[in-house]
């Protein structure tokens, strides 16, 4: 580390972005997501190295929104201008020790942090977290809950594209007996060997999500956070027999030490905001891989920077347990760096570029709504 460049923190920048998504997501209990604001922040130092975090609080989905965030930053600002950015879990720790929670916002600054630690290193942060082993990431799609029919064809299209992995959103008009038809359908369509789940976002019932699950227990599906509880959903899998995802009830290690004990977390949903960033996801990942969990490495929304750094996080992961990844970004628009990577089929890579490899365009993100200098 003696070539380690010494970097000292001289400002914040904080910027809104909104995101449009391709098509209103409709979820369980009302539940949709159309255009959602991202805070994408910029950690500026003396020497003139930047680097980026993002995070993009979708509505009813964690204790979280977007307009929290430059409060937390303005608290922070001062804990971390002067200090070194390099070695990411040192400045967080210092955050933390600060200002007890918030890790929503926290995760901006610590997917920043690793930026520019990457940077000054001269080193993709996939190296920084152990190495690639995982180059090129499989991807599922995601499907907005609407007419059974209408999935098919969207289910269609992607697998002619290259997806392997099709996620079904269920439960938002209520109907179990349409869920029914939209996993029936949906496997159909996919036909032998791409993976097919349904994800309720926590808005079933035990009992209406063990008759969807019962009524297609002689297909290979798999069901995802049916229930507010994992209680409920270890319920679930009990009564149907169905592999479980879970994804908003894990949120930190001691939910994951608890779903591993009910034996309902055949697959998780890791994502960085929840969490709080990439030195957090790092050891739920590690918990993971214990428990023989298959991982879906992400976040709850964004664009390119979230994107990059949840796909640096799953390359540095065995490939055996990874189940996919999302190319956030591919799902909304603007995109904040046109050249980031993109999905190449099923699949996409992580940046190779140093620290995470992305750089936003000025002229996408327009004027800040924060700034803090020194």
Known sequence: MSNV????????????????SHETY???????????????????????????????????????????VAPVLEELAPVLIGRSPVGAEA????????????????????????DLTGKACGLPVYTLLGGLQTAQLPLYHSITCIAP???????KDAIAA?????????????DWQADVARLRLVREAAGPGPIVYGDWNCG?????????????????????QPCQTLEECAAVRAATGLPMKLDENAHDISSLLKAYELGCMDAVALKLSKFG???????????????????CIEDTWGSDIATAAALHVAAATPRQNIMNVCDLSGYVAPRLDPDAPARHGGTIAPPAG????????????????????A
């Open 5 to 20: 460049p010494d970097l000292e923190i001289s400002g914040l920048s904080l910027w809104r972005v909104p995101l449009t």
């Open 26 to 68: 409709y979820m369980a209990a009302g539940k949709a997501c159309a255009t959602v604001d991202s805070m994408v922040l910029r950690i500026d130092t003396k020497q003139g190295v930047s680097g980026w975090g993002e995070v993009c609080p979708i509505p009813h989905y964690l204790p979280a929104y977007a307009n929290g």
């Open 91 to 114: 400045a967080m720790a210092a955050c933390h020790q600060h200002l007890i929670g918030h890790v929503y916002a926290k995760s901006a600054i610590d997917i920043a942090l690793w």
């Open 149 to 155: 029919e209408d999935m098919v064809r969207i289910a």
């Open 162 to 174: 290259g997806m392997t992995q099709i996620q079904v959103k269920l439960g938002a008009d209520n």
């Open 204 to 224: 079933a019932t035990r009992m209406d999500a063990t008759r969807v699950g019962r009524a297609v227990a002689d297909l290979d599906i798999m069901l995802e």
């Open 277 to 295: 960033g990439i030195s957090e996801l790092r050891k739920a990942r590690d918990i993971c891989l214990y428990a023989g969990a298959r991982m």
């Open 354 to 373: 140093p620290g995470l490899g992305v750089s936003p365009d000025p002229d996408t993100l327009g004027d800040p709504v924060l700034a803090v200098a």
